[in-house]
């Protein structure tokens, strides 16, 4: 089993920045995909960014120059820095990781970026 924990969230005036971090444990094993992915009210969660155990990440458009995803291996841990902050992102981001198919999500981190 694979348990995962966000924190980093908060409230931020537009165009301020946080950095979000989640922490996985449990049957961790060297190849996987982490990723960030958010839930604004009354919208259905959308990818936000990936980064694979070996580094290669992607991000989905709309954070494309904002946000920056990273990860420890060593910690099982991976980051989203998050810059430029606009009342649109604000949403519930949840982290995920992805191994031999199977897939764990956390409870999420509330991220409110106030104008």
């Known amino acids: 089993q694979v348990q995962l924990m966000e924190s980093g969230g908060g409230l931020v005036q537009t165009g301020g920045s946080l950095r979000l971090s989640c922490a996985a444990s449990?049957?961790?094993?060297?190849?996987?995909?982490m990723a960030w992915h958010r839930q604004a009210p009354d919208k259905q969660r959308e990818f936000v960014a990936l980064i694979t155990s070996g580094g290669t990440t992607n991000y989905a458009d709309s954070v494309k120059g904002r946000f920056t995803i990273s990860r420890d291996n060593a910690k099982n841990t991976v980051y989203l820095q998050m810059n430029s902050l606009k009342p649109e992102d604000t949403a519930v981001y949840y982290c995920n990781l992805k191994q031999y198919g199977n897939y764990y999500w956390g409870r999420g981190t509330q991220v409110t970026v106030s104008s």
């Open positions: 449990g049957n961790i094993f060297g190849s996987n995909v």
